[in-house]
């Protein structure tokens, strides 16, 4: 059953040694897949479960067994995703899914133990199918989510409900985007857990100041309705944007103090780095001809550039590779560096950068582009990766 779905043989695209440059074909696995922790195995989405797959021999484990997911009436949840927290004992089942734009990316949430086989929904109260990105924290002891376009936080052992910031509307986001951020920058998941749990950053757009263009949907009923969108004309300037971290207990927001008129640069990634209350973002100019990379304190909000690029024609947003999920920061060499994406030699490659934006290492060479990453094995010093073109079958190019 497994072997039809993850044909092992489909995994290998390209291996590129850190030091060196080796490639290959392959595909990543389809929708449905995760990493266990100790990754030695993978979860499934199964016809009736979630099954622990064992890389070595194949055989499955059910984690997650379909018949424990019910709904208050006794109706099966469909389930479209899942999440497991850090320790694996618990899981966020997402279900009753709706499509913003192209992606399911609102719907219900259901928190599953694993020991006790309890299910309960999330966000009680909330309207039908509102939540979005919902995520545990490191800890496990909490839950985030945005609805209607605030951010809340609920304890898992109580179910108590906070919400985080409370003056979100249609033209003023918090914790996910508008149409240009989603359009051009594959951005939808909006904020991001502290690494110690009590705070959380995130980006909050003004689109107060943006015009509506009115489209017609003439297929979810039979009388046609006008759907209004905030949408920037050409020579108009679009949404402006800030980031922001919240203390949890005390719901204080600082923000950060990144330079430039906020509604003439755009800040497409931005993540906390790894046992710090630091975060590092990337801030692109209106022309996306200027990229930098920032360090910001978290406790302050001040920032500093620590490295950028320039390019006549046009700068990217590094990792585009995952249009639907642009977040994560590729760190190497327990956090002293980071892997980047850059087009500076004509090819998309991917170059190593140390933490304080110092030194820069290209790590793939040759006349291709890098178009995603699929994993980066540190122990074995490589990273797996898709390419184009595709080099001849059986062929190796080495440096």
Request: aromatic share 12%; net charge positive; with cysteine.
């Amino acid at each position: 059953m497994y072997l039809s779905r993850f044909n092992l043989t489909r995994y290998l695209l390209a291996i590129c040694c850190l030091s060196s440059v080796t490639a290959a074909k392959a595909q990543l696995p389809g929708e449905g897949f995760k990493w266990t922790k100790e990754g030695q195995s993978f979860y499934s989405l199964e016809d009736n479960g979630i099954y622990a797959i064992n890389l070595k021999d194949l055989s499955s484990t059910p984690s997650v067994p379909f018949a424990d997911l019910k709904d208050a009436t006794g109706k099966p949840l469909q389930v479209k995703d899942f999440s497991f927290s850090e320790d694996e004992k618990q899981v966020l089942i997402f279900a009753n899914t709706r499509k913003v734009w192209r992606y399911h990316t609102r719907g219900d949430y259901w928190l599953y133990n694993i020991a006790t086989k309890k299910l309960q929904q999330l966000g009680k109260g909330k309207p039908e199918a509102s939540l979005m990105f919902a995520k545990f924290s490191p800890d496990g002891k909490k839950v985030a989510y945005v609805s209607d376009r605030n951010i809340y936080v609920e304890d898992v052992t109580t179910g108590a409900i906070q919400p985080l910031t409370k003056d979100g509307t249609r033209r003023f986001i918090n914790g996910t985007f508008d149409w240009v951020y989603e359009e051009e920058f594959g951005c939808r998941d909006g904020f991001r857990w502290s690494p110690d749990s009590k705070s959380i950053a995130f980006w909050q757009i003004d689109a107060t100041k943006i015009r509506d263009f009115y489209m017609i949907n003439n297929t979810d009923s039979i009388y046609s309705h006008i759907v209004p969108v905030e949408y920037p004309k050409v020579g108009e300037s679009p949404s402006a944007c800030r980031v922001g971290v919240i203390d949890i207990n005390s719901k204080k927001i600082t923000w950060l103090q990144v330079p430039g008129d906020a509604q003439q640069h755009y800040i497409p990634r931005m993540e906390w780095v790894p046992g710090k209350n630091e975060l590092i973002l990337q801030q692109l100019d209106r022309k996306q001809q200027v990229g930098k990379v920032m360090l910001a304190q978290a406790a302050t909000g001040k920032t500093q550039t620590i490295w950028q690029e320039r390019d006549s024609a046009w700068l990217d947003v590094k990792s585009r590779w995952e249009d639907d999920k642009i977040s994560g920061w590729d760190w190497l060499q327990n956090n002293k560096s980071f892997l980047w994406v850059s087009e500076k030699d004509g090819w998309r490659h991917l170059y190593s950068i140390s933490a304080d934006g110092k030194q820069e290492k290209l790590i793939t060479k040759g006349n291709y582009d890098v178009i995603k990453i699929s994993r980066i094995d540190e122990a074995h010093n490589t990273v797996y990766f898709w390419r184009r073109p595709i080099m001849p079958r059986n062929s190796i190019y080495t440096r």
